[in-house]
C-alpha cells in the first residue's frame, strides 16, 4: 500500500487546535450542567416526585394534572396578553424612541442615559416602586385626585381583571430602554447615503422607515424579539414584587407556578412538569429565530 505524501496543511480537526482544547471546559459545562439538568427535569416531569425525586413512574399523569388546573390556565392566559401586548409595545416603542434619538438632538447621551436607567434596576426594585405608583392611597390616584378630579380611579394592581396590565406598564418602563438603544444601534448602521437617496427623491420619511430602514434592520428585529421574549415567558420578579400573584390568582404566571409547587407544595412531578411545558415554549420561540437567523445565512 502507497504512503500517503504529507501536504504540509494541518487537517481540519487540528486547526486551532488550542482554541478547541481551551473550549473543551465551556463545552462540558453546557452539556452537563444545561443539556443534563434539561434532560433529569424532564425524565422526572413522568413520575410522581413530591419532596425528593423518586423513580415512580406515572405517565403523563403530571400533564393531564396540570393543563385541568384552572391556575395553570390562567397562567396561561396571563403570559399570553402579557407577551403578546409587551412584545407589541416594547417593539413600537422603543423603535419610535430611537428614530427619535437618531435625529441628532442635543442632550441626546442624557436622554439615553435617563431611558436606559430602568434597565438597571432589579426586577424587584421596579416592581415595589409601581406597586407604590399604582397604589390608589398613594399613587397616580392619590395625585390625580388631589388636583380636583376625585372621581378619577386607576387601581390596575387591585383589580382582578386588569391587574395584568398593572404589570405590564412595570414591565414596559423598564424594558423599553434596551429596545432603544437595539434599535438604536441598527439605526446607526444604516448607510448615510440611504438616507441622501430618498431624500433626493423626495420619499417622505414615514415611508423611508416603513419601506427601506424597517426591512434593512431586520437581524436587530429578530435579535430584539428573541430577548424580549426570552424575558416574557420567565417573568417572575415582577410579579412576585407587585402582586405575589393576586388578587386570588389573578396574576398568575406561569414560573411562580414552578416555584410554588417546586419550593412551597412539595410537589417536584408537578413542576417539572410545568417546566417542561416552559421549556418547549422556549424551543418554540428559538428554534425559528435560530433557523432565520443562521438558515438563512448559510443559503445567502
Not at 425528593?52 to 403570559?79: K, T
Not at 407589541?88 to 439615553?112: T, Y
Not at 420619511?205 to 426591512?215: E, G, S, V
Not at 410545568?274 to 418547549?280: E, N, P, W
Request: a positive charge.
Amino acid at each position: 500500500m502507497a504512503a500517503h505524501a504529507p501536504t504540509g496543511r494541518p487537517s481540519q480537526l487540528f486547526r486551532n487546535l488550542n482554541a478547541k482544547i481551551a473550549s473543551i471546559p465551556m463545552m462540558l459545562v453546557a452539556l452537563v450542567i444545561f443539556l443534563g439538568g434539561t434532560l433529569w427535569t424532564v425524565f422526572y416531569s413522568f413520575t410522581n416526585s413530591r419532596l425528593l425525586p423518586r423513580l415512580n413512574f406515572v405517565g403523563l399523569d403530571q400533564y393531564e394534572r396540570l393543563w385541568a388546573s384552572s391556575r395553570w390556565m390562567i397562567s396561561i392566559q396571563n403570559l399570553a396578553i402579557y407577551g403578546i401586548l409587551s412584545l407589541i409595545f416594547s417593539l413600537v416603542i422603543g423603535f419610535i424612541l430611537a428614530a427619535l434619538m437618531d435625529q441628532k438632538i442635543r442632550f441626546e447621551n442624557a436622554f439615553r442615559t435617563i431611558f436606559l436607567y430602568p434597565f438597571a434596576l432589579s426586577f424587584i426594585v421596579t416592581g415595589l416602586v409601581w406597586q407604590w405608583m399604582l397604589n390608589p392611597e398613594f399613587g397616580i390616584q392619590s395625585v390625580i385626585r388631589s388636583l380636583g378630579w376625585t372621581s378619577f380611579a386607576f387601581d390596575p394592581l387591585y383589580d382582578p381583571d386588569i391587574v395584568i396590565y398593572g404589570i405590564l406598564i412595570a414591565a414596559l418602563w423598564q424594558g423599553t430602554g434596551l429596545v432603544m438603544c437595539l434599535m438604536l444601534a441598527g439605526l446607526r448602521g444604516i448607510d448615510e447615503d440611504i438616507w441622501k437617496a430618498t431624500r433626493v427623491d423626495g420619499i417622505p420619511m414615514w415611508k423611508t422607515y416603513l419601506l427601506i430602514i424597517i426591512p434593512m434592520m431586520r437581524p436587530v428585529f429578530i435579535t430584539t424579539l428573541v430577548i424580549i421574549a426570552s424575558g416574557i415567558v420567565k417573568v417572575y420578579d415582577l410579579v412576585v414584587a407587585q402582586t405575589s400573584g393576586g388578587p386570588g390568582n389573578a396574576s398568575e404566571v406561569p414560573a411562580k407556578y414552578v416555584y410554588d409547587y417546586m419550593f412551597q407544595a412539595q410537589n417536584l412531578g408537578q413542576g417539572f412538569a410545568a417546566s417542561t411545558m416552559m421549556l418547549l415554549t422556549v424551543a418554540i420561540i428559538v428554534v425559528p429565530w435560530a433557523y432565520l437567523e443562521f438558515g438563512g445565512r448559510k443559503r445567502g
